[in-house]
C-alpha cells in the first residue's frame, strides 16, 4: 500500500497576500501541483495552527486556494486573499486532536518554515505516524551570516537542529547545499538519507511587452538584499556612464522585491546623477511579465555572493536568455558550461563582459547563445518524481526512526 503524502502549505498560507513568489514560494506551489496530478488519491494538505498543534485542512478549500494563488502569480484576475482568508479560519477554528492513523505517512515540509518548532513537528508526526521528508534550500544564513538578517542565523540554526533530530529523509537543491549541510550536521547523527535533486523550471505563456522595441537592457532578478551585490551592478553603470561618450550605455532593470538592509542600493538609485530612466525597478510583476522583460533582455545578471540553487539562472536559460554569473558552485551545477561565470568582487569584468554583450552583433553573446543549445532544462516531473519514488522506498523499510538529541557541529 502506498504511503499517505501530508504537505504542509503553512508558508504559502502566510504569503498569499504577495503577488510575486519567491523561489521557495515555486518548491511548495510545484510540489502541490505534481502530487495533486500523481498521487491525488492519498494527498492530504495540512498546516501548523499559531497554538502549535498540527491541523488536516479541507481538501476543496485548500485546493482552491491554490489555484487562486496560482492565478495571482501569472498576473490573471484571482480571489487568493479570500480563499486564504477561508482557510486561515478553518484552521484557526480548529482545535488540538489526536489523528493517530494506523497507515504510514510522510510529512512533507518543503519550506524551512515551521522547522524553527521541534516539538510541533514532532507532535504532528507522532500524531500522523509519520516521517518527516525536508527539503533545505541553502544554509546562507550559517555559512554567510553576512547577508542574512538579524537573528537569522540562530532560527535557522534551531531548524537544523530539527532536521537532524526529526527528518527521515532530507532533500536539497543541489549538490552544493547537501555538501554544506553535511558539514554543519554533527558527525554520526545525520539522518540516513540525503539527496540533492535540481530544482524544476516551468515557464508561463508568453506575454506581450510594450517595450519590446526599447533599447538594449540586462535584467537583475532577485530580492534587493545585501547577498545578490546589486552594489556591483549600480557601480559598473555609473563607470559605463561616465565612459559613455558617443556610444550609448544600455539600460538595467532590476527585478525584484524591496528585502533588508539595502539603504545603500535605494539611496544610489534615488541620488546617484545619471542612473534615472537608465536603471530602473520593476517590482511586483507576475511571472508572465518578468518572462517578457527575460525574453528581451541581452542577458541576465546574477552577481550574487552565495546561492543554493540559481532558480533565475534556470529561469532565463529555458527562456533562450544567456547569463552571465558568480562563479559559484549552486550556479555552475543549474548552468552548467552555458553562462559565462565572473568573480563577484571584480568589478572590472563584470563591465568588459556587459559592455561586450551589449552590441546587436556581440561574438561573445552569440557564443553563448550557441552553448545554450547543448543545456538542458531541469523539470518540475523529474524533480518531484525522484523524490516521490526515495519516498516510497523510505517507507517501505518500516516504522519512523527515534528522535535523536539534536547536535549542530558549531
Known amino acids: 500500500m502506498s504511503p499517505r503524502l501530508l504537505l504542509d502549505i503553512t508558508r504559502l498560507m ?102 524553527e518548532r521541534p516539538a510541533a513537528v514532532a507532535r504532528a508526526l507522532a500524531n500522523e505516524h509519520a516521517r518527516l521528508v525536508c527539503l533545505v534550500h541553502d544554509l546562507i544564513p550559517l555559512t554567510h551570516p553576512e547577508f542574512a538578517r538579524a537573528g537569522t542565523s540562530l532560527a535557522h540554526r534551531q531548524r537544523l537542529q530539527t532536521v537532524e533530530a526529526l527528518a527521515d529523509l532530507v532533500v536539497t537543491n543541489s549538490g ?62 555609473q563607470r559605463m556612464l561616465s565612459m559613455a561618450g558617443a556610444t550609448p550605455t544600455p539600460q538595467l532593470v532590476i527585478v525584484g522585491r524591496n528585502g533588508w538592509e539595502n539603504t545603500h542600493v535605494m539611496t544610489i538609485l534615488e ?41 533565475p539562472v534556470a529561469e532565463a536559460l529555458a527562456l533562450g536568455v544567456p547569463v552571465i554569473a558568480s562563479d559559484l558552485p549552486a550556479l555552475r551545477e543549474t548552468g552548467g558550461g552555458t553562462p559565462d561565470y565572473l568573480d563577484p568582487m571584480d568589478g572590472p569584468a563584470w563591465l568588459r563582459a556587459i559592455r561586450d554583450y551589449t552590441p546587436p552583433d556581440s561574438p561573445r553573446r552569440a557564443a553563448q547563445l550557441g552553448r545554450l543549445a547543448a543545456w538542458t532544462a531541469p523539470t518540475w516531473d523529474a524533480h518531484c518524481g525522484g523524490v516521490l519514488d526515495a519516498i516510497d522506498t523510505l517507507l517501505q523499510g518500516g516504522a519512523p526512526r527515534a528522535a535523536q538529541e539534536p547536535h549542530l557541529a558549531a
Open 14 to 115: 502566510r504569503r498569499s497576500g504577495h503577488a510575486t513568489p519567491t523561489g521557495i514560494d515555486r518548491v511548495e506551489m510545484a510540489y502541490a501541483h505534481y502530487l495533486a496530478r500523481h498521487a491525488g488519491e492519498r494527498l492530504t494538505y495540512t498546516a501548523l495552527h499559531p497554538g502549535g498543534w498540527h491541523v488536516r485542512l479541507p481538501r476543496a478549500a485548500a485546493e482552491s486556494f491554490l489555484r487562486e494563488t496560482a492565478l495571482q502569480w501569472r498576473g490573471e484576475p484571482a480571489h487568493a486573499l479570500r480563499a486564504a482568508g477561508r482557510l486561515w479560519l478553518r484552521l484557526c477554528l480548529s482545535a488540538p486532536r489526536r489523528a493517530m492513523a494506523a497507515d504510514p505517512a510522510a510529512y512533507l515540509l518543503l519550506s524551512h518554515t515551521n522547522l
Open 176 to 237: 552544493a547545499t547537501l555538501r554544506s549541510l553535511i558539514a554543519l550536521l554533527g558527525p554520526g547523527q545525520r539522518p540516513a538519507h540525503m539527496l540533492a535533486v535540481p530544482l524544476g523550471v516551468s515557464l508561463p505563456a508568453a506575454c506581450s511587452d510594450a517595450r519590446a522595441a526599447r533599447p538594449p537592457y540586462f535584467v537583475m532578478l532577485g530580492t534587493i538584499e545585501p547577498r545578490k551585490n546589486h552594489v556591483l551592478l549600480l557601480q559598473v553603470w
Open 271 to 311: 541620488r546617484a546623477p545619471g542612473l534615472n530612466g537608465v536603471v530602473s525597478l520593476a517590482s511586483g510583476r507576475s511571472d508572465r511579465e518578468v518572462a517578457a522583460l527575460l525574453r528581451g533582455a541581452r542577458a541576465l545578471l546574477m552577481p550574487s555572493f552565495a546561492e543554493g540553487f540559481g532558480l
